[in-house]
Every structure is written in C-alpha cells, then in structure tokens.
C-alpha cells in the first residue's frame, strides 16, 4: 500500500485548507485511515481516524470541531478539513493505515500504523 499525502501550504490563521491522501496498491478495505502531524522539534503527534467502515472518527483534543476526516472509497481518497487554522496547527502532515481489526477498529498511537505516507507541509501564518 502507498500513500501520498497532498493539499497543503501556506495559509493565514483562520484560513481552510483540505488535505487528501491518496491510496495505491490497496484499498481502504480492512485499514483504518489516521492523520498524523509532526512540527519542528515535537513528537509526531496523533491528529484524526476514521475506521475502515468509515462510520467512525476520533480526533485530538486540539483540532476537535475544527478539522475533520474522510473517506471517499471509490476514489481511494483520504481528506482532512482544516478550518479555523491556528499557527499552532504548522506541521507536516502524515496520512497513514492502520491494519483494523474490526469495522470500527481505530487507533491514535503511530506505532500501530502500517503504512506511513509522505507528508504536506501546513504552515499556519499569524
């Protein structure tokens, strides 16, 4: 499974942006899909999940009600929708696959991820 995460750049604080992830040499059949975000000098960080049944989504605490995950299936896409952006929101962003051990199966801990994407740089202006 590849995966390549596209979409960001430089925005002002408050700006939207959506992040995709696109998905090949597999489906999201059986995976369930993260986010991840890593800034200068920090810990990568867990940001969204959405189960392989896509009925599910987990979210940190600090990007709650702001940003939101998807998945469109057919197209093999991941999304993240990113509103209200904050400064404190500059990272890179990581896309990744979890294997899932049920429909609902999540994870916020990176050492579960099976597959890691390459990231998209968000930087967030004040």
């Known amino acids: 499974v590849q995966l390549q995460a596209s979409g960001g750049g430089l925005v002002q604080a408050g700006a939207s942006l959506i992040l995709s992830c696109g998905v090949s040499?597999?489906?999201?059949?059986?995976?369930?899909m993260n986010w991840f975000r890593q800034a200068p000098g920090k810990e990568r960080e867990f940001v969204a999940a959405?189960?392989?049944?896509?009925?599910?989504?987990i979210y940190a605490d600090s990007v709650k009600g702001r940003f939101t995950i998807s998945k469109d299936s057919t197209k093999n896409i991941l999304y993240l929708q990113m509103s209200s952006l904050k400064p404190e929101d500059t990272a890179v962003y990581y896309c990744?696959?979890?294997?899932?051990?049920?429909?609902?199966?999540?994870?916020?801990?990176?050492?579960?991820?099976?597959?890691w994407g390459r990231g998209t740089q968000v930087t967030v202006s004040s």
């Open positions: 990744a696959a979890a294997k899932a051990q049920s429909p609902t199966f999540m994870t916020r801990r990176w050492m579960a991820v099976d597959y």
């Open positions: 959405i189960s392989w049944s896509g009925i599910n989504t």
């Open positions: 040499g597999g489906t999201f059949s059986r995976y369930s």
